[in-house]
Nanobody, 123 residues
Framework: VQLQASGGGLVQAGDSLRLSCTASGRTFSNYAVGWFRQAPGKERELVATISGTDDSTYYADSLKGRFAISRDNAKNTVYLLMNSLKPEDTADYYC?????????????????WGQGTQVTVSS
């Protein structure tokens, strides 16, 4: 099972980016997928999750209203749309897949990880 994250880059504050996470080797439509991020010198933190089957979503409180997670099962891909980006959103962003339909906010709940895509937001 492999997860390929893409879509990161250098943007200015206020811009938007859409990250993609494409899975191969397994269909993830029935399993939870999450996006995490890790800034330099900080711990990895949950950004958002989307559950398997009913696509219910969960967001870190500080990101509600700016970020949106979604999936396209036909493409086996999960997206993270990030709006109104701020310099504090600068981090490496990772997608992760779970073996269960609903997963929590801990990175320990996820078994498969992509390689990360870097997002840099300049002020």
């Amino acid at each position: 099972v492999q997860l390929q994250a893409s879509g990161g880059g250098l943007v200015q504050a206020g811009d938007s980016l859409r990250l993609s996470c494409t899975a191969s080797g397994r269909t993830f439509s029935n399993y939870a997928v999450g996006w995490f991020r890790q800034a330099p010198g900080k711990e990895r933190e949950l950004v958002a999750t989307i559950s398997g089957t009913d696509d219910s979503t969960y967001y870190a409180d500080s990101l509600k209203g700016r970020f949106a997670i979604s999936r396209d099962n036909a493409k086996n891909t999960v997206y993270l749309l990030m709006n109104s980006l701020k310099p504090e959103d600068t981090a490496d962003y990772y997608c992760a897949g779970a073996n269960v339909r609903y997963a929590g906010s801990s990175y320990r709940d996820y078994s498969y990880w992509g390689q990360g895509t870097q997002v840099t937001v300049s002020s």
